[in-house]
């Protein structure tokens, strides 16, 4: 086998390689994915921003006061997290 | 017992208890499938660059295949300064993809279906970008949680809900990884256990499900294997260059 076949065969090789990929991006399992994604995002931030108020709540004895606060900040972070990966994957889309 | 779909992440045990101090550090047998992933990624990568040939055997191709996808990986989302950190991201991906891979197998146990696993290596990361960032960028790193032209009266709110989102990083790279496994190794479970309870006469149909939902399994396994790593990569980007 010369290189020339070996080259011809690679290129024949990364142009299926492409389709494949193309293919992949338009399925359920990605969209499952970024579903996925985003909603972790969303409540990972409300769960950080409770268990902060929470936390400053026992601290200072202030209950149930900064849980509250510490709470709507977290849901506010969540939607500015949710917000920021959105935007990356339409930049990704755009990309394309 | 069989029938229980939560019975199969339960952690036991291996040999002797060894306490050192309040710590227990007993072997088990999540320690022993993490010994039993390494070795195998040592495994495949000590044969696929043993001998190197032009045209690549089948496991030097893998090999190769996953260096220029990791390589390919941190350079389009961290940029070539980056590139000094492509051992690590490359051990974490590896590691990741494989212990989630052998906990295909039956019998064996899934590691990343605990949460304390996957919270310990996004602590690590988290921690390390963190450090990364202070390090390259000194007290301006601090400027990530002050976004520009925000007005001064709405500054403390900002300041602290970015804060809680940076916070949040590490909970939910590491809860990401922890449900997909989880829930994926629960149902396939729960699936193998109605074919036992429906018989030889119902139980086709949850079979079929089964052997659909193992095929899924196996690319959620890769797919989570590969968002971890590239999350890890848009964190040192936001470390290394300074910018949402």
Same mark, same amino acid.
């Given at each position: 086998?010369?290189?020339?076949?070996?080259?011809?065969?690679?290129?024949?090789?990364?142009?299926?390689?492409?389709?494949?990929?193309?293919?992949?991006?338009?399925?359920?399992? @990605?969209?499952?994915?970024?579903?996925?994604?985003?909603?972790?995002?969303?409540?990972?931030?409300?769960?950080?921003?409770?268990?902060?108020?929470?936390?400053?709540?026992?601290?200072?004895?202030?209950? /149930?006061?900064?849980?509250?606060?510490?709470?709507?900040?977290?849901?506010?972070?969540?939607?500015?997290?949710?917000?920021?990966?959105?935007?990356?994957?339409?930049?990704?889309?755009?990309?394309? | 017992?069989?029938?229980?779909?939560?019975?199969?992440?339960?952690?036991?045990?291996?040999?002797?208890?060894?306490?050192?101090?309040?710590?227990?550090?007993?072997?088990?047998?999540?320690?022993?499938?993490?010994?039993?992933?390494?070795?195998?990624?040592?495994?495949?990568?000590?044969?696929?660059?043993?001998?190197?040939?032009?045209?690549?055997?089948?496991?030097?191709?893998?090999?190769?295949?996953?260096?220029?996808?990791?390589?390919?990986?941190?350079?389009?989302?961290?940029?070539?300064?980056?590139?000094?950190?492509?051992?690590?991201?490359?051990?974490?991906?590896?590691?990741?993809?494989?212990?989630?891979?052998?906990?295909?197998?039956?019998?064996?146990?899934?590691?990343?279906?605990?949460?304390?696993? @996957?919270?310990?290596?996004?602590?690590?990361?988290?921690?390390?970008?963190?450090?990364?960032?202070?390090?390259?960028?000194?007290?301006?790193?601090?400027?990530?949680?002050?976004?520009?032209?925000?007005?001064?009266?709405?500054? /403390?709110?900002?300041?602290?809900?970015?804060?809680?989102?940076?916070?949040?990083? /590490?909970?939910?790279?590491?809860?990401?990884?922890?449900?997909?496994?989880?829930?994926?190794?629960?149902?396939?479970?729960?699936?193998?256990?109605?074919?036992?309870?429906?018989?030889?006469?119902?139980?086709?149909?949850?079979?079929?499900?089964?052997?659909?939902?193992?095929?899924?399994?196996?690319?959620?396994?890769?797919?989570?294997?590969?968002?971890?790593?590239?999350?890890?990569?848009?964190?040192?980007?936001?470390?290394?260059?300074?910018?949402?």
């Amino acid at each position: 086998m010369d290189f020339k076949e070996i080259s011809t065969r690679l290129k024949i090789a990364k142009k299926n390689i492409k389709v494949v990929e193309e293919e992949k991006s338009g399925s359920n399992a @990605t969209s499952f994915g970024k579903a996925l994604k985003i909603s972790t995002e969303f409540v990972s931030a409300v769960v950080v921003g409770s268990t902060i108020g929470f936390l400053l709540d026992n601290w200072f004895d202030t209950k /149930p006061l900064l849980t509250i606060c510490f709470f709507f900040m977290g849901v506010a972070a969540g939607i500015l997290n949710v917000f920021r990966t959105a935007k990356k994957m339409q930049k990704k889309l755009d990309n394309k | 017992m069989a029938l229980n779909p939560m019975h199969q992440f339960t952690v036991y045990k291996i040999g002797p208890e060894i306490n050192i101090g309040d710590i227990n550090l007993s072997f088990t047998n999540a320690s022993l499938f993490m010994v039993i992933s390494s070795v195998l990624i040592l495994l495949l990568l000590f044969f696929g660059t043993k001998k190197k040939s032009l045209v690549p055997s089948k496991i030097q191709l893998i090999t190769e295949m996953s260096y220029t996808f990791i390589g390919k990986m941190i350079n389009d989302t961290a940029g070539s300064s980056a590139k000094a950190f492509f051992p690590f991201v490359f051990t974490l991906f590896m590691f990741v993809l494989f212990c989630n891979m052998v906990g295909m197998f039956p019998y064996s146990f899934t590691v990343t279906s605990q949460i304390i696993v @996957t919270f310990m290596l996004a602590s690590i990361i988290f921690i390390g970008v963190t450090i990364i960032g202070f390090i390259k960028h000194g007290i301006k790193y601090l400027e990530l949680f002050v976004p520009k032209g925000v007005p001064l009266v709405l500054l /403390p709110i900002i300041v602290v809900i970015e804060i809680i989102s940076y916070l949040s990083r /590490p909970v939910s790279l590491s809860v990401r990884l922890f449900a997909n496994m989880l829930a994926g190794h629960t149902m396939l479970k729960v699936f193998g256990g109605f074919v036992i309870s429906l018989g030889i006469l119902g139980g086709w149909l949850p079979l079929g499900f089964s052997v659909a939902l193992t095929g899924l399994e196996i690319l959620v396994a890769f797919l989570q294997a590969y968002v971890f790593a590239i999350l890890t990569c848009i964190y040192l980007n936001d470390a290394l260059n300074l910018h949402h």
